[in-house]
């Protein structure tokens, strides 16, 4: 720009100040894994008659330079504030906006009262605004900067660190300041750089250690937006989503989005953390929430491969809100069809391995530390391990690692595992499961020589059946007591364990004894409450003990 164009903007500045001919149009900011707008920033516009609209590198610098910059800056501010009124007013409850201030406002003694007053003017609470500074900004005369950003963030200013990665990084900006949110430069994506995405990623991680939210800008097409998931950047903006613009466009777009709620917001915040680019994020992420990030124990940093899933639980139901490629792929290698055939499976089936996995998840939601479980599925070997994220009414994150083993040893392993497990089940002569809320009864093992019935109408008429045929008549009005369905979970649920115990004599002569222990243990689920009747044998010594015991004592049983 000429010495002559300069002074020509500086000349008319004031006056398209008081015209309006400066103005903030507002580019969308959005949660990258749900897609919803979270806010929008404030980029300056200027409107010039004759040469119509000017972006910000043409008169930024000039205005800097001229020390101009703050009145623009502070002008910016107001109308941002007053648009946001008007969006309350209009019941849109968009309430992040971001604004950017320049090295040049921090010399001016009263930019802390005069940002205050302007949010008082129109009755914008402090958490709506936040404020982006550029790290170069930070590294002159850090005295006066660190009071007044001390200032700031005391009085319960978020501040961003805008274009992270541009010009001269210093990582000790990170070291002498808290920031909320890390704004990453588009620069990092420019060419499709593998060394720039890797940057990203470690950066990202770095980010999540010190407690810093993410956000990355310039986001332009629709493969940067999913690398920048997988890589756990928490929010985007972009082209792709839109460009900056002006207020009418801004609450028409609004209308037309999900614009996520306050609550959301401390939600996902606390999930945005999680580093699922680490090469073990779960217990990772335990110490470091219980060290503190200032005790910084590092996330190692490699590409995301992690086979990590972000799963939503509530009572009824699994919602899968993120899968990284390498847990698809093994998801794939059990048998699904992705993702959506597991989460079906989890929500509707009965099959022991999935009552296990719902159970797993019950004790994650409980214990707030890493929960592991290994089975064998389909002949593959695996092991889910699940750790509470966050929790909001009625929903809960839990983030889900899911590992296959076939190495040779480790299908050997799986395949004593499976016949480990049936050889559990041949311990006992029957094993079965009792769905009370809908009226089903499922054997899922019965010894060899053991009768199987025809069905019944009821599980009443069944267990009835079964006590005359089976048990011995001086037990029968004892056990038809202790299988009472209508009182069964009553009695199990107040048990301290969850189980219920009791022996009775049988008629099943091939095991050469007539003594049984019948237990009934309620196996947790989501859906309805399933309880377990699984019923062994008393050999022996044991056998012969509590016959006599019982001929001496009949009141015992
Ligand atoms: P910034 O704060 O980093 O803003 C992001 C810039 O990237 C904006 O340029 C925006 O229009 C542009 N951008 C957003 N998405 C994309 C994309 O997908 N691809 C590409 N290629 N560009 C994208 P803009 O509006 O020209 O602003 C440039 C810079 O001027 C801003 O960078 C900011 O540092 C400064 N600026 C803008 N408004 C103000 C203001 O009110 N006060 C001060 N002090 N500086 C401002
Ligand atoms: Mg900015
Ligand atoms: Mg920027």
Not at 367 to 383: G, H, L, N
Not at 434 to 442: E, G, H, M, R, T
Not at 491 to 506: E, G, Y
Not at 530 to 535: A, E, G, R
């Given at each position: 720009m000429s010495r002559i164009e300069e002074a020509c903007l500086l000349k008319h500045f004031q006056e398209a100040v008081e015209k309006g001919f400066i103005r903030p149009y507002f580019q969308p900011i959005?949660?990258?894994?749900?897609?919803?707008?979270?806010?929008?920033?404030?980029?300056?516009?200027?409107f010039d008659p004759e040469k119509g609209m000017l972006s910000p590198a043409d008169f930024i610098p000039v205005l800097e330079r001229a020390g101009l910059i703050y009145d623009l800056d502070m002008e910016i501010l107001r109308q941002t504030c007053a648009f946001y009124r008007s969006l309350q007013s209009r019941g849109i409850l968009l309430n992040l906006f971001s604004v950017n201030l320049s090295r040049e406002d921090f010399r001016h003694d009263d930019l802390f009262e005069k940002v205050t007053s302007i949010l008082d003017q129109y009755g914008v609470p402090r958490e709506a605004i936040r404020l982006e500074i550029t790290e170069s900004l930070m590294l002159e005369d850090t005295e006066t900067f660190q009071r007044v950003f001390r200032r700031f963030h005391d009085a319960g200013f978020s501040i961003w660190l805008d274009d992270f990665g541009s010009g001269y990084s210093s990582l000790n900006v990170l070291q002498n300041y808290e920031f909320d949110v890390m704004k990453f430069d588009m620069l990092f994506l420019r060419d499709d750089s593998p060394r720039g995405r890797q940057l990203l990623i470690s950066l990202i991680s770095m980010a999540k250690t010190l407690g810093i939210h993410t956000l990355t800008e310039g986001i332009e097409t629709e493969e940067?937006?999913?690398?920048?998931?997988?890589?756990?950047?928490?929010?985007?903006?972009g082209f792709y989503y839109s460009k900056p613009v002006p207020e009418e466009e801004m609450a028409a777009l609004c209308e037309k989005q999900n614009v996520e709620t306050p609550e959301d917001r401390g939600y996902w915040g606390e999930i945005g953390l999680f580093n699922f680019t680490s090469p073990n994020p779960l217990h990772e992420y335990v110490k470091w929430k219980t060290a503190g990030?200032?005790?910084?124990?590092?996330y190692g940093y490699r590409q995301s491969d992690s086979s990590i899933a972000l799963v939503e639980c509530s009572m009824e139901r699994f919602r899968y809100v993120y899968a990284s490629d390498e847990y698809k792929k093994r998801i794939r290698e059990l048998g699904f069809d992705g993702v959506g055939g597991l989460e079906g499976a989890l929500s509707n089936q009965r099959s022991h391995m999935f009552l296990m996995i719902r159970k797993l998840v019950l004790d994650a939601?409980?214990?707030?530390?890493?929960?592991?479980?290994?089975?064998?599925?389909?002949?593959?070997?695996?092991?889910?391990?699940?750790?509470?994220?966050?929790?909001?009414?009625?929903?809960?994150?839990?983030?889900?690692?899911?590992?296959?083993?076939d190495s040779e040893r480790e299908v050997k392993t799986a395949q004593e595992m499976l016949n480990y497990s049936s050889a559990l089940l041949s311990t006992y002569?029957?094993?079965?499961?009792?769905?009370?809320?809908?009226?089903?009864?499922?054997?899922?093992?019965?010894?060899?020589?053991?009768?199987?019935?025809?069905?019944e109408e009821t599980i009443e008429e069944s267990l009835r059946k079964f006590c005359e045929a089976e048990v011995e008549p001086v037990d029968q009005a004892r056990y038809l007591r202790f299988m009472d369905l209508k009182t069964m979970m009553e009695?199990?649920?107040?048990?301290?364990?969850?189980?219920?115990?009791?022996?009775?004599?049988?008629?099943?002569?091939?095991?050469?004894s007539s003594w049984y222990t019948a237990r009934i243990t309620q196996i947790p689920t989501f859906t309805e409450k399933?309880?377990?009747?699984?019923?062994q044998n008393i050999q022996g010594n044991v056998s012969q003990w509590l016959d006599t015991v019982v001929m001496e004592h009949p009141e015992l049983v």
């Open positions: 959005f949660r990258s894994v749900t897609g919803n707008m979270i806010g929008a920033e404030a980029l300056a516009r200027w940067q937006r999913e690398f920048l998931i997988s890589a756990g950047c928490e929010a985007q903006q990030p200032e005790n910084g124990i590092g939601l409980e214990q707030k530390s890493v929960q592991t479980f290994e089975y064998v599925y389909k002949d593959v070997y695996f092991r889910l391990s699940v750790l509470l994220l966050a929790r909001k009414e009625g929903w809960a994150m839990v983030a889900m690692r899911l590992n296959t083993f002569e029957l094993v079965v499961l009792f769905y009370l809320d809908s009226n089903i009864v499922k054997r899922i093992y019965t010894a060899n020589k053991m009768p199987v019935y025809d069905h009695r199990v649920d107040a048990s301290p364990k969850k189980f219920i115990q009791s022996i009775f004599r049988m008629r099943w002569i091939h095991t050469g399933v309880h377990m009747l699984t019923i």
